[in-house]
């Protein structure tokens, strides 16, 4: 077996650090990859290869990062309260948050993982209606912007 490379996108300075220092204790550093934030292409690309997303968020519900994963064919693994907001669409793994042998469970090569149905996901987006996708876009167009503002 081949053990699987998770890649982290972690921002937050001090939970990074922390992470870091488990990664290193546990001697897994070879196979953990910090990426931090990725150019949106790039987050797109690695959406597209992965096997999973993997989104233990004890704070959510969110479902920015889970649904751009289905939108590109990858299954997504999130706690119970981040459901809600994606449907009951096929490609959705639903764990308890502080159920930490679930979520190891998950990351072994021998899981099986389910299929993503991204027509189904992007007719049951189409059925939101058009003022909520026209909220959104302007939404991420003012992040965008923000983003150009303030970024080096």
């Known amino acids: ?6 890649r982290l996108t972690v921002l937050d300075p001090g939970n990074s650090a922390y992470l870091r ?4 204790a546990l001697g897994i550093t070879n196979y953990v990859q910090f990426v931090g934030f ?8 690695l959406y597209r290869r992965a096997a999973v997303v993997v989104m233990p968020s004890l704070l959510g519900p969110t479902n920015l990062p889970p649904l751009e994963s289905l939108l590109r064919g990858c299954p997504v693994v999130v706690t119970r309260n981040a459901r809600a907001n994606l449907g009951d669409w096929q490609g959705v793994i639903e764990l308890a948050g502080n159920d930490v042998n679930a979520w190891a469970r998950i990351l072994d090569l ?5 299929k993503v149905d991204v027509n189904e996901i992007e007719h049951g987006l ?3 209606g058009e003022s909520n996708v026209l909220k959104l876009r302007s939404i991420f167009e003012d992040l965008r912007q923000m983003k150009s503002t303030y970024s080096n």
């Open 126 to 128: 189409s059925a939101i």
């Open 110 to 114: 021998d899981s099986i993982l389910p």
């Open 21 to 24: 220092a488990k990664i290193q």
């Open 1 to 6: 077996k081949h053990p699987r490379q998770i």
């Open 38 to 45: 990725l150019p949106e292409a790039e987050l797109h690309t």
